[in-house]
């Protein structure tokens, strides 16, 4: 008698489940999709990409972790490669379209190997050892840089630049941002101590991008508040309060009752004396400017003004503590306490009308720990872009002087990097010899895009600087204009050592992740039978429309 077997379902309905090679080829190919959306944008001749969000709002941009994280991607395995590009822009501020296009170039490569039935671990192992072997490459191969190489740290800023929306104006920039390096550099027990934070970035719209300005010290969003101020004051002694220039209200309900008229002239005129006596404190200590965190009441506004004191309030934390670097004075937080020695020095404090708005500029620091880069540009977009070339820029001068290493770019190092794996892979034995050749590979597609993005053959223009390698010239890079061989370092295309090992170990990491997945199970959520979002139609196995290989 045949028993009919009950089949067991062990997750719940509506999960999509894709097992073995399926799982693999999924995985890569949306990991492959996303370093192909952003493999155009990449070097000099890389174009912009528009993205338009669900609420109209316009992006135009060329920078690849914006790009990634406006498009709002939902497939599991593609998130994991953005993460890649959110890495490198935390730890170096450039280089996110240059690690997620190796991120894919890898994955890519391993598809043929496991092809070719080489075990996934076999890969992982060997692509582990590669970038192991890479990072000693690239170690030996940079060059020492300080930050008195001030030529050099200019040629960093520039190629930084290049391909963005700043490039027209970028010697101009490059001035500008070492300059502000250079001013908030700090040299604590014989080591560097650069913070970006020091360096705030402001931007407004009106103007060309040449008119944007360095300003050494801090400008603030805030305008004076109260007309009677003076506008401009020389040789400024700032106050920086973080409480209240205003009559604090009692914690505790109290209840005052007033009979008689005179009383409340009383009540009044004790409140104007306790106002009056805070503001006298202000003026005692010879401050001559206030920017407060917290309100000032009208009438100490009044006072103020009748003294000729320049008062700004409601001031963001992050200003207070950037102008306490810039101007050397200390927050005070009780105004009984405050004293000469806790004011701030600055050559100018004035209010600027800059566009439609009236800004505050703490200039003419002495030696300003905290800078003010003030970006212009024609419209919004212009302005936000070269506010992310700058921001790269000085991303890529601090990555540089802070493990004090550069090498070229324009493909130089990958190159070398290629050549340099080849040897090593023919020192291994068994199939990780294999996956090493591969990661050697994976290295070329940066010459190869930049080549494609410019319009060069990339076949002849990769042989050509193969040969140059080989004949030891190791900064031998692609030159986008002319599409000939150029050595990279005499043109001046510098990059931060730091962009490249965060790059490769990120892109390999993530590689080898995805590599190692051979199941995916989607959950059906709450809602019963359904796919998570970004799923492919047809399961997670299914291509998505138009993909169908």
């Known amino acids: 008698m045949s028993r009919e077997v009950q089949p067991i379902f062990i997750l719940p309905e509506g999960t999509q489940r894709t097992t073995g090679r399926n799982a693999q080829r999924t995985n890569i190919m949306a990991a492959k999709l996303v370093a192909e959306t952003v493999r155009t944008t990449l070097g000099p001749k890389g174009m912009d990409k528009m993205i338009v969000d669900s609420m109209g709002d316009v992006t135009v941009t060329n920078d690849g972790v914006t790009i990634l994280e406006e498009m709002q991607i939902e497939h599991p395995s593609a998130k994991m490669i953005v993460e890649v590009a959110k890495t490198q822009e935390d730890e170096v501020g450039d280089g996110t379209t240059t690690a997620v296009v190796i991120a894919g170039e890898l994955l890519k ?230 004293s000469a020695d806790d004011l701030g020095k600055a050559g100018v404090v004035e209010e600027v009308k800059v566009g439609d708005e009236e800004m505050t500029y703490v200039k003419e620091c002495k030696n300003p720990k905290s800078v003010t880069m003030l970006i212009r540009g024609g419209t919004t977009h212009v302005v936000d872009e070269v506010k992310r070339a700058i921001t790269d820029a000085v991303g890529d001068v601090i990555a540089a002087l802070k493990i004090g290493k550069v090498v070229a770019g324009a493909g130089a190092p990958e190159l070398e990097l290629a050549k340099e794996l080849r040897k090593y892979a023919e020192t291994l034995s068994g199939r990780e010899q294999l996956a090493v050749q591969a990661f050697a590979n994976a290295m070329e597609v940066i010459p190869r895009t930049l080549a494609e993005n410019a319009g060069i053959d990339p076949i002849d223009s990769l042989t050509e600087l193969k040969s140059a390698h080989d004949k030891k010239q190791k900064w031998a890079g692609i030159d986008v204009f002319s599409g000939k061989v150029m050595d990279a370092w005499e043109r001046g295309v510098i990059e931060p050592l730091k962009i490249k090992t965060q790059a490769i170990s990120s892109a390999s990491e993530v590689a080898v992740m995805i590599l190692r997945i051979d199941d995916v199970i989607a959950g059906s959520g709450k809602s019963g039978g359904g796919m998570p979002p970004g799923m492919p139609p047809g399961g997670m196995g299914g291509m998505p429309p138009g993909m169908e290989m």
């Open 109 to 338: 490569n391993a598809e043929v190997l496991l092809d070719q039935e080489v075990h996934p671990t076999v890969i992982a192992r060997g692509y582990r050892l590669a970038e192991a072997k890479a990072q000693e490459i690239l170690r030996s191969i940079a060059e020492d840089v300080k930050i008195t190489d001030r030529d050099i740290l200019k040629k960093i800023a520039m190629t930084a630049m290049t391909g963005k929306g700043a490039e027209n104006a970028k010697e101009t920039l490059a001035d500008m941002t070492i300059k502000a390096i250079e001013s908030v550099a700090e040299e604590i027990d014989g080591k560097m101590i650069i913070e970006k934070e020091h360096i705030q970035i402001e931007k407004k719209v009106g103007a060309s991008v040449e008119e944007s300005e360095l300003v050494k010290g801090v400008i603030l969003d805030k305008e004076r508040v109260h007309s009677g101020m003076p506008m401009s004051i020389k040789n400024a002694r700032i106050a920086l309060v973080d409480s209240a220039v205003e009559i604090k209200n009692t914690e505790i309900d109290a209840k005052i009752q007033i009979t008689d008229p005179s009383q409340m002239q009383a009540f009044i005129d004790q409140e104007e004396k306790m106002l009056r006596a805070k503001v006298d404190k202000i003026v005692n200590s010879g401050a001559n400017v206030v920017i407060c965190q917290k309100g000032i009441d009208d009438i100490a506004q009044h006072f103020l003004a009748k003294k000729g004191i320049y008062a700004v309030r409601r001031a963001k934390q992050s200003d207070m503590e950037a102008l306490s670097r810039a101007t050397g004075g200390k927050i005070v937080t009780n105004l009984d306490d405050l």
